[in-house]
């Protein structure tokens, strides 16, 4: 039973990260801002939501924990294989004024030259 | 007392999940879609998740890793589209 | 629960208008993979647990890679065409 509610807390925590990467996914003004606030929160949000479905109902463990370990990796691997077609056909990020450090053009710089 | 918490988050997921539909709808350009059918998936991973807790059947959960698995293979096309065609 | 129904199938509505009306083909076919993703979870929601499993892997992720694929080469045989015709048109006005 405190197990339970235990596990209604995590998951209400995690859909709260849930509705703040929608809600990024909204307000941002950029793709990349988009793509970072949507990713990581969803990420994060996804995770906690499943370890609060997994105590509350003991016999989803396995599959929950299958279905972590693929979220964990996956989700992080299409935002990065996204943002870097994006740079790649030339799309410069919204505040490039601040910081603009490209360490992926000096690279490709670089394996050009040699 | 729990199934009521439970039931709060599995409506913030949905409430979460409309949301992110509407930058679909109104994205300006192709990426901004393709980011948002990227959280869409997850959201609904997480919303079959919470289907299965609901509803008790254990079977439901085999379909949010087909989908995992092939909502990946879909973004990475996508992408790989947009760098230099498929 | 009819509430949820409701909602999902109106969004469902929506994506459809919304594709076909699209301008852009590519984010045409990705919100046609919307619409089976919304379609897959009301078919999970009507208890159809196995054609929601074919319609998320069939409708949602093959199609969409599918027409990708179709479209990708489409337009790659539209540039050669119209660059075999230009270089037919310039070898015409030379002759």
Redesign the interface.
Known sequence: ?VL??L???I??I???F??L???G??RMPD?YN??QA??KA??L??LL??L??GL??S??WG??L??SL??LI??P???H??A???H??G?SPLLVGYDSRDDLADDMNQMEEL | ???F??S???S??L???V??F??IIAGP?L??R???L??MT??S??GI??L??LLGR?IY??I??VY??MS?LG??A???Y???GL | MIVVYILLGLMMLIAAVAAIQMRNIVSAIITAGVVSLIGSILFLLAGAPDVAMTEAAIGSALTTVIFLFAWSRITEQMKTDKKSSEHDSEGGSND
């Open positions: 039973m339970e509610i596990g209604a807390l998951a209400l995690g859909s709260l849930l509705l990467a929608s809600i996914i909204i793709t988009r793509m949507g990713t969803s990420t949000g996804s939501f499943f609060g479905i509350g109902h016999g989803l599959k929950l299958v279905l693929f979220v996956t989700n691997l299409s935002s294989v996204l870097r077609a994006l790649f056909i799309k | 007392m729990a199934d918490i439970y709060i988050a599995g913030i997921a409430l979460a999940f949301i992110s509407y930058r350009e990426a901004d393709v980011v948002a990227d959280t997850i959201l991973l997480s998740v919470f299965t807790h254990m959960i085999d949010a890793l995992g698995l990946f973004v990475i996508v992408a790989r947009i760098e230099r």
